[in-house]
């Protein structure tokens, strides 16, 4: 009987964030002044300051990658969208004429590595990389059973390594001379607080991360595995980002790209099942503010920081920083802390939802941390290349 209370609370908690009037994005006000100052645009009356701008958008058939490729198409992009439904990317052509699809399948390198083939036959230049599709395993497969088609963990592998993959197989063409402000952004998340980098590192005699085997976690094993798997990809994510810029030939010597991770927040999208977003569209629905972070983050100039969230209330770095001891995340913890920070949070960003920066976990600025499954990766994807 004792999930009965918890329930009602649920449901009252739900109710009382839904009573408050949802936030629409400031188009005219914030979003179009940012992309044009960014652009250098010198027309101010110009609301498509995106107009000759190619725009790549993993997961674009639903939830964030949905509607910021909406939210792009409306600002004048010329959106390439990646997803692993043809019907689902045909739909989407009929509704938002300017997109471009193409098939991949996330779980598979192979198929990511055909998709870039395809993109940089047709363009030779490439603006801005939203590496946005995710999944979560949820309660659907707690012993982690699954796995790529080259054997790594599929959440890790779709999360990560594939996108991982497309990065670097699209950054010559972002890198060329009709391109003024490379950007990446990554579309990461708070979860990452509750892993202490620990599964990332290549370690033992097969020289393979954690993180990158069948399950995707040490510590208390099948409790929080899927938990745990989906928070190591989104470390991984913020890691990748930074050894772009410490260490990749291209990413690294150019002074006007702009690459930044975010945490979109709680939205209501299908990666924690439908039944999650049923119940969180209630309080936090896609549209409006949900994409606010990754569409603002793409324009907001370096000195606003590399990790940018929606709900800047406070920040959880701190969680991090005094449980930064392995048997925090051993024992599970970190997880449960964060968890319930994290709820909070939600709260906060419901009511005073503003994009800012926020300083990620002390784990993710980790420089042998991130060199050692930079490497790994490169390893990893590299006939694929």
Known sequence: MWQLPILVTLVVVLAALAAVPHREIDWKGTVIPLAQKYYDLKDTTNDEPLRGKIVVVTGCTSGIGLSMTKALSKLGATVVGIGRSSTKLNQL???????????????????????ADEILSQYDHIDILINNAGMHDGLNNWKGNRVSAQGHDMVFTVNYLSHFLLTEKLSAAMHNNATQRPTIVQVASS?????????LLAQGTDNIPVAAKKGGNSGLGGLLRSSRSYS???????????????????WSKSSKARIVSVCPGIVG???GGRTFKKA??????????GIATPLMAMFMDGD???YLTSASVFGLAFLSDYFHHPMFYFTGVRDAIVWMF????????????????????????????????????????????
């Open 191 to 199: 979860f990452h607080y509750s892993v202490d980098g620990s599964d």
């Open 269 to 271: 999208t299908n990666i």
């Open 232 to 250: 190591n990809s989104k470390l991984a994510q913020i890691l990748h980002a930074r050894a772009l810029r410490r260490r990749h030939p291209l």
């Open 342 to 385: 994290l709820f909070i949070v939600g709260a906060f960003q419901r009511v005073t939802a503003r994009v800012a920066s926020q300083r990620s976990s002390v784990e993710s600025y980790d420089e042998t941390l991130e060199d050692s499954l930079y490497q790994w990766s490169l390893h990893a994807v590299q006939e694929f290349l």
């Open 93 to 115: 052509k009929e509704e938002v004429s300017t997109v471009q699809p193409f098939v991949a399948d996330f779980t598979d390198l192979a198929s990511v590595a055909k998709a």
């Open 304 to 306: 606003k920081g590399d």
């Open 280 to 289: 969180m569209d209630l309080g936090f629905p896609v549209e409006g503010w």
